[in-house]
T-cell receptor
Framework: GAGVSQTPSNKVTEKGKYVELRCDPISGHTALYWYRQSLGQGPEFLIYFQGTGAADDSGLPNDRFFAVRPEGSVSTLKIQRTERGDSAVYLC???????????FGPGTRLLVL | AQSVTQLGSHVSVSEGALVLLRCNYSSSVPPYLFWYVQYPNQGLQLLLKYTSAATLVKGINGFEAEFKKSETSFHLTKPSAHMSDAAEYFCAVSGRTDKLIFGTGTRLQVFP
């Protein structure tokens, strides 16, 4: 079956612009996670959803970052007033429920110039 | 609080040699432990996971890991390396909250 998909695969933007990153989880998976991976580092947790609600958003670095999952399936990570330090690979993962194995998408590589 | 330390950012082995990638964890609750592999320009793929059942966990591609509570370790091993094993390997821990806390990764190189 289809895995987790993320669009776009690459995004180049200018400092101060707004960006949206999309994640399509595996069909039927109720839990969805966002991570950020900077160059040479391991992924860092940002936020996770159980259904439509954000169950834990403790990893969001500041209020420029926001994520939604309005229908409990597709999720969008939104970054306002982008900064060069936001450049990273943004990874999405989904699992059947929480406490189940997380399956990762290929990521969106964001470059802020 | 939970954390993971991976000793050695780069490991090089010859084809056919033993692979040993080290991971130590810290957790205030009984941990779930994971090893993921990341091939260039691909997403993370689960190799194996420990969830408090058997302490010796077997995964895909001939990898295995042993949970040692006394040493707070979860090292990854493979008896004989293949060229196709060259990749970045990440150890991760989670607790009740289910978010994964990753180490900084170990890049494995395999020489012919």
């Amino acid at each position: 079956g289809a895995g987790v998909s993320q669009t776009p695969s690459n995004k180049v933007t200018e400092k101060g612009k707004y960006v949206e990153l999309r994640c399509d989880p595996i069909s039927g998976h109720t839990a969805l996670y966002w991570y950020r991976q900077s160059l040479g580092q391991g992924p860092e947790f940002l936020i996770y959803f159980q259904g439509t609600g954000a169950a834990d958003d403790s990893g969001l670095p500041n209020d420029r970052f926001f994520a939604v999952r309005p229908e409990g399936s597709v999720s969008t990570l939104k970054i306002q007033r982008t900064e060069r330090g936001d450049s990273a690979v943004y990874l999405c993962a989904s699992s059947l429920t929480t406490a189940e194995t997380q399956y990762f998408g290929p990521g969106t590589r964001l470059l802020v110039l | 609080a939970q954390s993971v330390t991976q000793l050695g950012s780069h490991v090089s082995v010859s084809e056919g040699a033993l692979v040993l990638l080290r991971c130590n964890y810290s957790s205030s609750v009984p941990p779930y432990l994971f090893w993921y592999v990341q091939y260039p320009n691909q997403g993370l793929q689960l190799l194996l996971k420990y969830t408090s059942a058997a302490t010796l966990v077997k995964g895909i591609n001939g990898f295995e890991a042993e949970f040692k509570k006394s040493e707070t370790s979860f090292h990854l091993t493979k008896p004989s390396a293949h060229m196709s094993d060259a990749a970045e390997y990440f150890c991760a821990v989670s607790g009740r909250t289910d978010k994964l806390i990753f180490g900084t990764g170990t890049r494995l190189q395999v020489f012919p």
